[in-house]
């Protein structure tokens, strides 16, 4: 069925290094994927999308890459800043399947000063 | 132009009460969701809506009810409290394509005792 899992549950970098969050889907008929940012006691922020038929989006500071061979997304933050530190949510969903979203797990991003 | 609003923010109920969490959006998106997040987890898609008089089932929709006779009103309706209803929902709507980011309201954090 359809699943959005991620490699790891939290990550810890320093101020202004890069970091890159992972995910892994499962269902390969998904074709959009969102990357939301979740800060403490808020709801879901929109960080970037991409559809299937790109294998890279870049926003400020943020870039997505999507490799549809392997299933695999990811989430990378130039110069990480202190107000990065979130928790990070991939989600997918497939046109045609109703637009609903599936969320992944989260990775919590701390930025260490 | 507020977004997505939800309504309460707390809310503590006992075991068997019912009570109906609110959300509302200004922003003329036929598609609206509603998702639970329980403590360290993604988010899962209760119910979901693509427009006015149509709602479809998500994930994980047993004790819960939605109706949608309007485009900016989604309200959730808990009958039967449980415990395993302990968790913080949140509100979501998209644009009318159904594609695009889902933008979220602040939550709602339901305690059951």
């Known amino acids: 069925g359809e699943s959005v899992g991620l490699h790891l549950p939290t990550l810890s970098v320093q101020e202004g290094d890069n970091s890159i969050i992972n995910c892994a889907y499962s269902n390969s008929a998904s074709d959009y994927f969102i990357w939301y940012k979740q800060e403490s006691g808020k709801g879901p922020q929109f960080i970037i999308d991409i559809r299937s038929n790109m294998d890279k989006r870049q926003g400020q500071r943020v870039t997505v890459l999507l490799n549809k061979t392997v299933k695999h997304l990811s989430l990378q933050i130039a110069a990480t800043q202190p107000g990065d530190s979130a928790v990070y949510f991939c989600?997918?969903?497939?046109?045609?399947?109703?637009?609903?979203?599936?969320f992944g797990k989260g990775t919590k991003l701390t930025v260490n000063p | 132009n507020a977004g997505v609003t939800q309504t309460p923010k707390f809310r503590i109920l006992k075991i068997g009460q019912s009570m109906t969490l609110q959300c509302t959006q200004d922003?003329?998106?036929?598609?609206m969701y509603w998702y639970r997040q329980d403590p360290g987890m993604g988010l899962k898609l209760i119910y979901y809506?693509?427009?006015?008089?149509?709602?479809d089932k998500g994930e994980v929709p047993n004790g819960y009810n939605v109706s949608r006779s309007t485009t900016e009103d989604f309200p959730l309706r808990l009958e039967l409290a449980a415990p395993s209803q302990t968790s913080v929902y949140f509100c979501?709507?998209?644009?009318?394509?159904?594609?695009?980011?889902?933008?979220f309201g602040q939550g709602t954090r339901l305690t059951v005792v």
């Open positions: 979501a709507s998209s644009y009318s394509t159904g594609r695009g980011a889902a933008f």
């Open positions: 989600a997918e969903s497939q046109e045609g399947g109703s637009e609903k979203l599936v």
């Open positions: 922003m003329n998106h036929n598609y």
């Open positions: 809506s693509v427009g006015a008089g149509i709602t």
